[in-house]
């Protein structure tokens, strides 16, 4: 039985060389997946970041509007990232 192995589990022969080849497979679709997430979050640090102007540009706009029609209380962030709720 050179390079066969009998699954009892499965009641038949199968190659060793097909179980690592599915491993293989196994590893590469999870590496892609990491890879993809890796990038996602990359993304999303980079919009966090202070350099970024896209998400501050994207809160002025939202606090103009909530202060047309809150008068009370008005949520701004920060250019460090922090959240603060202000009286108007």
Known sequence: ????MSYRRFGRARSL?????LARA?????????HAFGCCVET?????????RFL???????????KKYVSKKVS???SSGIWTLTSS
């Open 1 to 4: 039985m050179q390079g066969l």
């Open 17 to 21: 060389r097909s179980d690592r080849a």
């Open 26 to 34: 196994r590893l590469l679709c999870s590496d892609r997946a990491k």
């Open 44 to 52: 999303l640090f980079k919009l966090l970041s202070d350099d970024s």
């Open 56 to 66: 501050r540009k994207a809160f002025r706009k939202e606090e103009s509007i909530l």
């Open 76 to 78: 701004t962030f920060s």
